[in-house]
């Protein structure tokens, strides 16, 4: 009987497996990466995953092994043991060695993505993009390639971008936080009053897309979607100009 | 060591009901309190929780309004957070432990203790009330950031309710605070003879460095919450930009940045983590070497990892900000020291797995839950590292992938953790038994119902799905992800109707339990050398000394496989 009992404890391996074999193949997974760094991201999420799957595997197997060889009812008592230098210093050293690895591992990738410093130099500069309750505003700079000028062309949640240069937006929250996520670009970053940040990336395919909030911003935070059109750059430079007449002839 | 103070070998119980129930200040009484309240808290905590389940898994039909469920969310989250886990496990465990545990009386500050007590119970009068008043409870978040936490125009709930939510919270640290001088006094000052710190049962270690971590990190979120009340009511800028615009209205705030909230607060935040998780652990330590009948593996290599932890903890919380618009090169500085922060927290893992080794172990519900524990801090762990490294947090931050990891963390660790301790520690609590079969099928239920549940979140969380979102369906990129919700829903009733278990069981065994003697569990540490339940003084006659390690298990030649701490030396 306590045999039986020890060995549910396999549930918890085996499900986990179980799970990590029955999600992608029904499509939870993540969204294939379209950006030029989505998938190193993605490289990375990989690596943490071998070896995260190696560590849970390898203890919760420890685990069930103990709970199911020196159950109670086997013969003899416990023993006093509760020292061991060496295993002690390798298991430390052991997991400080592999996750200290990981985490400088990632840093090139990080300065990638993020430092502004480190931007490709030809980055096009795209829009300004403001989020507000709830609602994404962009402004393009028009024919004169300059922001804040009579030429500006202004869109609400429609983002273009052409496809397959580096492009740069500079972030701007005007009344609460945001965060400007495209789930399929690996591109998050938050949205900070008072604050412009750049971000920047390069699409590879092309196709239209959703942009998400996922910053809580109130009680719309959920419907606080916008759009993105990544095209080719004559397409992208077609629809610019279309846009600005629009606005001429509305205005 | 100084005897504790206060009462000494004869004194006597305070009579009459309300001295000795409600406004005592006996330690154990006070712990019971906090329990029973962490219970009432538990229960509402729970109900919002199933509200949210209900409104994900039929969007459609709009059970709740948007600015409802973000308050519901926001109050889920603040209650479980500081009004049952903290209370129960840090709190109630806590005052219970300690005093019989270091072999002391009663706390440094008995009175204190009191206070403590009754000054979070208006905290959590005011927790509850916020959902009455106009524009409903909080909605900013257990988070609070501002400007959604600063201006009433923000969101419905940033009115009355996030007033009512920031005194309450500051009634918590109120509380908070003189509970953790009380641990910290005790148990540096009140051991008894011999109980030097490395004779200190585990659990004690993780009180003292909960306490120690409190202390250092809740003034932070103090002057946060002060700040924010300030630039809600006084028309101060801490956290407000220039050129903030609502509708078609300027407001004059100039100067400020939402960002340093951030800061503050997780410089709290994730100490706080700690403080709620490493108890967890130390429950988990005592009832495995009790249920495998040997010592805990590695003490002082836990004690040190401990150590590690705590001065670590101050220094990692930028982890929570990476895509936060902090200065991107601090990414770098706080991937490497969370990282780093893993590695102690692996060792205690894979020392309380190395407790298993060689032990006779017995599958009581205590130890069941201690098991259990050690899972969830396998996965809480491992999920860790995607979040804790800036490159892979950029894609999960702020998505079900979180709230999945950190439900293992602070939900079921600490969750586990009150599990076992209170199979493990009910008898000394009140003379009786809780019921094994019960015990048994309460961890079943729970465990098959919570595993799947919160990695299906991590999966949701992969697939894009974000947290706070009152109705995902607005958007296509995560029709799969949204596709689990479900299914997770009714796991979810399952996982409530697990606790409905616990919940008769722990009010039957009260009454009608089974009686038990001094030392039901044949454990070793000093509470086990007093009566069930422990009278008032701790022990009718002297204090027992500490004359050896707190676990000595597994010993053979005499007739028990144990002595006790207290045993004098032949
Ligand atoms: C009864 C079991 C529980 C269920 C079904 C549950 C469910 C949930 C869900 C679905 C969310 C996310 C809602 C959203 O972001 O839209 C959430 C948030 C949260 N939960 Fe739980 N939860 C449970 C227990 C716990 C426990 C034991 C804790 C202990 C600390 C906890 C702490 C939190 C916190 C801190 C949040 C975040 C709130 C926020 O985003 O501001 N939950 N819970
Ligand atoms: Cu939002
Ligand atoms: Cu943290």
């Known amino acids: ?251 | 060591m100084i005897e504790s103070s206060g009462h000494e070998g004869g004194h006597e119980a305070p009579r009459g009901f309300l001295r000795r129930y409600v406004f005592s200040t006996d330690h154990k009484v006070i712990g019971i309190q906090y329990f029973l309240t962490a219970v009432v808290m538990a229960l509402v905590a729970t109900v919002l929780a199933m509200l949210i389940r209900v409104q994900l898994a039929w969007p459609e039909k709009a059970v709740v309004a948007p600015e409802t469920y973000v308050s519901l969310v926001t109050m889920h989250g603040t209650l479980m957070v500081f009004f049952v886990v903290s209370l129960a496990l840090v709190s109630g465990f806590g005052n219970f432990l300690i005093p019989l545990h270091v072999g002391a009386r009663d706390m440094a500050y008995p009175f204190l203790n009191m206070l403590s007590f009754w000054v979070i119970v208006p905290g959590c009068v005011l927790m509850l009330a916020s959902f009455l008043v106009e524009g409903g409870a909080a909605a900013a978040g257990w988070t609070a950031y501002p400007p959604l936490s600063a201006l009433g125009k923000a969101v419905p709930g940033s009115g009355l309710g996030q007033t009512l939510w920031l005194l309450a919270m500051a009634l918590f640290i109120a509380s908070f605070t003189m509970g953790g001088l009380n641990y910290v006094t005790t148990i540096v000052n009140c051991r008894t003879r011999g109980m030097s710190m490395m004779r200190l049962p585990l659990v004690v270690w993780t009180f003292l460095i909960s306490a120690v971590l409190g202390l250092l990190s809740f003034p932070a979120l103090t002057a946060a919450a002060i700040l924010l009340l300030l630039d809600r009511h006084a028309g101060t800028s801490f956290y407000l930009p220039a050129g903030l615009v609502f509708g078609n209205e300027t407001l004059p705030h100039q100067g400020g940045t939402p960002l340093l909230f951030q800061h503050l607060f997780w410089f709290l935040g994730h100490p706080e983590v700690y403080v709620l998780v490493l108890p967890a652990l130390g429950i988990g330590f005592e009832v495995i070497a009790a249920f495998a009948r040997r010592p805990p593996f590695g003490y002082r290599l836990s004690v040190y990892s401990i150590l590690v932890i705590a001065v670590l903890s101050m220094i990692v919380w930028g982890h929570h900000m990476f895509v936060s618009g902090m200065n991107p090169y601090l990414g770098k500085y706080f991937s490497i020291v969370t990282v780093l922060i893993t590695v102690p927290f692996s060792v205690l893992g894979l020392n309380l797995i190395a407790s298993l080794w060689r032990g006779r172990i017995r599958l009581d519900a205590a130890m069941l839950f201690a098991l259990g524990l050690v899972s969830a801090i396998g996965i809480g762990g491992l999920g860790g590292l995607y979040l804790g490294t800036a490159t892979s947090d950029l894609y999960f931050h702020d998505s079900y992938f979180v709230v999945g990891h950190f439900h293992f963390t602070i939900g079921t660790v600490t969750f586990f953790g009150i599990y076992a301790g209170t199979y493990y520690w009910f008898p000394k609590m009140f003379g009786r038994r809780m019921d094994e079969g019960l015990g048994r099928v309460h961890f079943w239920l729970t465990v098959t119902s919570l595993f799947p549940m919160f990695l299906l979140m991590h999966y949701q969380g992969l697939g894009g799905l974000l947290r706070r979102t009152y109705d995902p369906t607005v958007y296509a990129y995560n029709a799969a992800a949204r596709g689990l919700n479900l299914s997770i829903t009714l796991l979810a009733f399952g996982l409530g109707a697990g606790q409905i278990v616990f919940l008769v069981n722990l009010f039957r065994s009260m009454f009608a339990g089974e009686r038990t003697g001094e030392n039901p569990w044949q454990a070793t540490t000093l509470e086990w050398t007093t009566e069930s339940p422990a009278p008032h003084g701790n022990w009718r006659r002297e204090v027992p000394s500490a004359h050896r390690s707190p676990y000595e298990y597994g010993r053979n030649g005499g007739a028990e496989d144990f002595v006790l701490q207290s045993a004098e030396k032949a």
């Open chain 1, 1 to 251: 009987m306590n045999k039986l009992w020890s060995l549910l404890f396999l549930a918890v391996p085996v499900g986990s497996v179980g799970l990590f074999i029955w999600a992608p193949a029904n499509g939870h997974w993540w969204p294939k990466p379209l950006s030029s760094y989505g998938a190193d991201i993605d490289y990375f999420y990989y690596l943490i995953t071998v070896i995260t799957t190696i560590m849970f595997l390898v203890t919760e197997l420890l685990l069930t092994w103990a709970v199911f060889k020196y159950r109670s009812d086997t013969p003899g008592r416990a023993s006093h043991w509760h020292d061991n230098k060496k295993l002690e210093i390798t298991w430390t050293a052991a997991t400080a060695l592999i996750l200290l690895w990981l985490g400088v591992y990632q840093i090139g990738i990080w300065k990638d993505v993020k430092f502004p410093g480190r931007f490709p130099k030809d980055a096009q500069l795209v829009a300004e993009v403001t989020g507000r309750q709830f609602e994404w505003r962009f402004r393009y700079p028009g024919a004169d390639g300059k922001l804040h000028t009579v030429d500006d062309v202004q869109t609400v949640n429609e983002l273009h971008v052409p496809v397959g240069v580096p492009v740069k937006i500079l972030l701007k929250a005007q009344d609460v936080l945001h965060s400007f996520f495209l789930p399929n670009f690996r591109v998050k970053q938050d949205a900070v009053p008072g604050v412009e940040i750049p971000v920047w990336w390069k699409s590879t395919e092309e196709g239209v897309f959703d942009l998400v909030c996922a910053e809580l911003c109130g009680w719309g935070h959920y419907k606080m979607k916008g759009r993105i059109t990544v095209e080719s750059p004559e397409k992208f430079q077609a629809w610019l100009t279309k846009t600005w007449q629009e606005q001429e002839a509305t205005r």
